[in-house]
């Protein structure tokens, strides 16, 4: 049975954005009950503002479709990688402009959710067996 690396490239992306999701999930309560409810959300938003770009560039990057319009797999991420940008500026303007957002809350779960991405190789690391 051949094993195909896009999938596993795919199953692998979306596996850390979901881990980010949790990260953000769990500080969000976390800044619920300790603090209330606007720090919540302003954690949540600073998270979204992490795990949505990530997870359209996951989408985008492994999808059939999109390698087809982009030509090629370095393209797809190029690409990708260029869109996430975008958003992750655009999600940073909504979460200060439009819903006043504690900057702290904001900035730390973004990082905490970044930091996901940092420890992945620790996360999903398969030890080989000799």
């Known amino acids: 049975m051949k094993r195909d690396p896009k999938r596993k490239g795919r199953l692998t992306a979306f596996r850390l954005?979901?881990?980010q999701a949790i990260v953000v999930a769990l500080i969000s309560t976390f800044c619920f009950v300790l603090w209330g409810e606007q720090l919540a959300l302003s954690a949540l938003m600073g998270?979204?503002?992490?795990?949505?770009p990530n997870f359209?560039?996951?989408t985008l990057t492994f999808s059939h479709k999109w390698?087809?319009?982009?030509g090629n797999v370095v393209n797809a991420f190029y690409r990708g990688e260029a869109?996430?940008?975008m958003l992750t500026v655009t999600l940073f303007v909504l979460a200060f402009a439009v819903v006043k957002s504690d900057p702290r809350?904001?900035?730390g779960c973004y990082i905490s959710a970044l930091m996901v991405l940092w420890m992945a190789p620790l996360l999903f690391q398969r030890k080989h067996l000799g």
């Not at 998270?47 to 949505?52: E, K, R």
Request: proline fraction near 0%; charged fraction near 15%.
């Open 83 to 85: 869109i996430k940008l």
């Open 17 to 19: 954005v979901a881990s």
């Open 67 to 70: 390698e087809k319009v982009t």
């Open 105 to 107: 809350a904001v900035f």
């Open 47 to 52: 998270g979204s503002v992490a795990v949505i």
């Open 56 to 58: 359209v560039f996951a």
